[in-house]
């Protein structure tokens, strides 16, 4: 579903309160000098006082104030910057990923490889605003959360969300918000994140409500994460809950740009329209980055009606769609951990893939800090590829073939040197180049690799077993070839056609476990 800002298009989803364009487009109010989500539930205005803008940066820019009922800058993402990889939708990306705040627009520029110049006026043209403008939108609504979810003084909520100085904290908050930092603390809803303050002993604990588009199916995403799970790395606590259908607790590691990080997610029943994340993080400064990756690891800004819509013209698929809507991609809060994992579980069964991805991260990879450690909980971060380029002692990899640990130490070296890229803003098409470069490195790994830890939408692991064995159940063929041709018809969502055969097969990645024992089957 693509809306380009068409005044009869986006006047339609606002008389119908559509919430499936929220986060897609924001809504100025000439009237009010407001701006909000299309589903905002105050009565519509007259046509002629409303104004569109494709990004909240946008909507700030022409001097439009965020409506405090239907809170605009907590809607879900847009889909759009997700499934591109044009300059644009990769710079919305890595902006998300706090690249601004951390390295400047030059830092920005660098990354995607353009003059700052250019970048400017790309993002102008394309979303109303320039790099500066979306990071500072970015961090209003990164201090409303600290405002409104901590104990934490403004002073330090200031330096955490981003901005310069207390000065131009307290002024984008009146800007944005049209209400000073003690004024949104005084009227913070209850039950929306907690209001723990941190002590020198802790973490810095803060639990939100990470919002997505209905509907989506949680038994294969999260089927999926935990039954590939490093468990040193994530883990998964079967446990009573109530209100959480699962009954569970997923709990992952995650290093961050200032610090090591655990996120614990409460699967909900995929109608709710947002999942429980609660947040230990050793540096503040990393809340930014550490929800726009979980989000990713979630998929929760994709747009399951217009992807579902797509596939359901498909007679083959179209059964699945009505059994199995909103499945989403698995995917990874690190494109370069995830590709690791992609190697170590070639050729192998998820569960052996795990064990050895354990072992592997006992060997090289780094200790969480105390204050982050849970019972049962993560252990370790993951090793870096700086890690495994210097492990020169064969006798300290976990067992497994020469060639194996040649792929992964070619790997490293790639990533150390700088000659691949792995993250948020890297061009898709140019990671399978230089990923296929590589050796040990096949087509199921390049596009296993695209699939979850770039998220690319149109990736397809044809030589996947479970990909074919669950193509055969559907009366597709199951040869790689043949499957790979066929796909060629459900292109640009072939990702969401792997994830929807996934979620259909009878494996552990279709479903949640029941029991602790997570009993891992072999996929491959």
Not at 71 to 99: H, K, Q
Not at 163 to 181: D, I
Not at 184 to 211: D, F, Q, V
Not at 407 to 425: K, N, Q, S
Request: with cysteine; charged share 25%.
């Amino acid at each position: 579903m693509t809306l380009m800002l068409d005044p009869d298009a986006c006047v339609k989803a606002v008389r119908a309160r559509d919430a499936r364009f929220d986060g897609r487009l924001y809504v100025g109010v000439t009237s009010t000098g407001i701006y909000c989500r299309p589903s905002c539930p105050a009565p519509p205005p007259k046509r002629e006082h409303l104004t569109f803008h494709p990004t909240a940066a946008a909507a700030q820019r022409a001097g439009f104030r965020a409506c405090r009922r239907c809170r605009p800058e907590a809607s879900p993402g847009s889909p759009d910057w997700n499934i591109r990889e044009d300059t644009a939708a990769r710079a919305m990306r890595l902006i998300a990923d706090g690249e601004v705040d951390r390295s400047g627009v030059e830092g920005l520029s660098a990354a995607l490889g353009y003059s700052s110049r250019q970048v400017e006026r790309v993002l102008r043209e394309e979303l109303g605003a320039g790099p500066l403008a979306l990071a500072r939108a970015q961090r209003a609504s990164t201090a409303r959360t600290l405002i409104e979810g901590t104990g934490l003084s403004f002073s330090e909520i200031a330096f955490a969300a981003g901005f310069a100085s207390v000065r131009s904290f307290n002024e984008t908050v009146r800007a944005v918000f049209a209400a000073s930092p003690t004024e949104l603390r005084g009227a913070r809803r209850n039950g929306r994140a907690s209001a723990i303050r941190p002590t020198p002993a802790a973490p810095h604990l803060l639990t939100l409500r990470l919002a997505y588009r209905p509907p989506l199916h949680v038994p294969s995403l999260f089927g999926h994460l935990i039954a590939t799970a490093v468990p040193s790395v994530d883990t998964w606590h079967p446990q009573e809950a109530p209100g959480h259908p699962s009954g569970g607790v997923l709990h992952r590691a995650m290093r961050l740009p200032h610090g090591a990080g655990v996120v614990s997610l409460r699967p909900d029943d995929g109608h709710r329209g947002w999942i429980e994340a609660q947040l230990r993080l050793t540096d503040l400064r990393d809340l930014t980055s550490a929800v726009q990756r979980c989000r990713r690891m979630l998929d929760l800004d994709a747009d399951p009606v217009g992807i579902d819509d797509a596939l359901r013209t498909d007679e083959d698929f179209a059964p699945l769609v009505a059994r199995l809507p909103g499945c989403r991609l698995p995917g990874s809060p690190d494109p370069e951990e995830q590709a690791f994992r992609v190697v170590l579980g070639q050729q192998i069964s998820t569960q052996a893939a795990g064990t050895m991805g354990a072992r592997l991260t006992r060997a090289f990879g780094e200790p969480l800090p105390e204050a982050l450690l849970l019972p049962g909980g993560p252990t370790h971060l993951f090793p870096t590829a700086a890690s495994l380029t210097t492990a020169e002692d064969d006798a300290r990899w976990p067992g497994m073939p020469a060639s194996r640990r040649a792929t992964l130490r070619g790997l490293a070296e790639a990533l150390t040197t700088g000659r691949l890229r792995l993250d948020v803003g890297a061009p898709w098409a140019e990671v399978r180049r230089e990923l296929t470069a590589l050796r040990g490195i096949g087509p199921w790994s390049v596009e296993m690799i695209a699939l979850r830890g770039l998220g690319d939408p149109d990736a397809f692991p044809a030589t996947d077993l479970g990909t074919r064995l669950a193509a055969e159940a559907l009366g597709l063929p199951g040869d790689p070839r043949r499957l790979a041709g066929a796909a060629d018809a459900w292109r640009p969502w072939r990702s969401y056609t792997t994830a929807l055969l996934w979620a259909s097969s009878d494996h552990a990645v279709a479903r949640l476990p029941q029991n602790p024992s997570l009993q891992k089957e072999t996929l491959r």
